[in-house]
């Protein structure tokens, strides 16, 4: 069996796919983002939960709620930046990449229990208890302002995204989709959840005033959280597969495959696992069926190759492991094929 790792500095530890070979960006330019959108939620959340005081909004509170949620989440996610790329040690040869993967399901957590939680039990005290109106005018300001900075900080995730797609030559929807670097996937759909939040607690507003009803601050208070329950159960679904160790889309481990499977002296891989071990870290293991009439030093210069090519050809390959055996091995256990249950499939 033979081992390679990339040679060099850690490559593209963040604007990584679920694969090898995603490109854009670096670690610097994903703390950015992230850093740049917790400061503006931290200053949105004080924002917000003065309005909400002001007009004692429900919705507004709960926006307050979410925006601090956000910037909790955003402290995590830096974190997971932070831990996840420390460099392999002798407990952990092959690096904290997936440390990020835990960081950022606390992430997700959070933003269920607080912003979601908290935004719920405000609608459905409003709706049951009701609420003395006050001033919307404050809220309605603090709502365009939010907007505009919200706007902002989901603009540069959105640059990122589209700079790594087009790295990659795919949608920007697909990057987003089969990224492993799950903190720009995380800004970007926090973002996109709090600029759709706000267009809800200005309506529940809006309605609250024209009718007399704080029961529509209520229920737009509930929307919200019922936002933030999709946004975050979304989040927590991918970060805990990847935490697991999540393999590579159906379409890449082809190409993986029919890369080792072209090498001269290679009848067959009758076997390909591949593991995600961090952002843009991807381990990929083999049996591969070397012609019967290969010398022990040829099939050490092939496997050497099949290294070479795959470290070269897809620079999120960090490790290579190579069984020069015909079976399918796992002691008869069946590998399920790529698209089966429980397994990715096509892009």
Not at 186 to 199: E, I, Q, R, T, Y
Not at 242 to 270: H, K
Not at 288 to 312: H, K, M, P, Q
Request: overall charge negative.
């Amino acid at each position: 069996m033979t081992r390679a790792a990339a040679a060099g500095e850690q490559a593209r530890t963040d604007g990584a796919g679920a694969g090898a070979g995603e490109g854009g960006g670096s670690g610097d330019e994903s703390a950015a983002t992230v850093v740049l959108a917790g400061a503006v939620n931290l200053a949105i959340a004080v924002a917000k939960f003065i309005g909400g005081l002001i007009s004692h909004s429900s919705a507004m509170m709960s926006e307050a709620a979410h925006s601090l949620a956000d910037t909790v989440t955003e402290v995590l996610l830096f974190v997971a930046l932070k831990r996840g790329t420390r460099q392999p040690d002798a407990r952990h040869p092959f690096g904290y990449g997936r440390e990020t993967y835990f960081w950022a399901f606390l992430a997700s957590l959070c933003t269920f229990v607080v912003g979601a939680g908290f935004s719920v039990y405000q609608g459905v005290q409003t709706i049951v208890e009701g609420e003395e109106q006050g001033s919307p005018l404050v809220s309605y300001i603090v709502l365009a302002v939010s907007f505009v900075l919200e706007s902002g900080s989901l603009a540069r995730a959105v640059r990122q995204v589209r700079s790594s797609a087009r790295e990659r030559r795919i949608s920007a929807r697909t990057y987003l989709r089969t990224t492993s670097d799950t903190t720009v996937k995380a800004v970007a759909f926090d973002d996109s959840a709090a600029l759709v939040g706000l267009v809800l607690a200005a309506l529940g507003l809006f309605l609250e005033q024209v009718t007399g009803s704080a029961v529509w601050d209520g229920v737009s208070a509930i929307a919200i959280g019922v936002l933030l329950v999709v946004v975050a159960g979304s989040l927590a679904k991918v970060n805990l597969s990847l935490l697991i160790g999540q393999a590579v889309p159906a379409a890449l481990q082809r190409e993986l495959r029919d890369e080792i499977a072209g090498m001269d002296l290679v009848d067959d891989v009758p076997v390909l696992l591949t593991s995600v071990i961090g952002p843009g870290q991807l381990l990929v293991a083999a049996k591969v069926d070397f012609s019967d009439s290969a010398t022990v030093a040829a099939i050490e210069r092939a496997a050497d190759e099949v290294e070479r090519r795959l470290v070269a050809r897809h620079p999120g390959v960090r490790y290579v492991f190579l069984d020069p055996t015909p079976g399918r091995g796992g002691a008869g256990v069946r590998v399920p094929e790529p698209g089966e249950r429980g397994q990715p499939g096509p892009e």
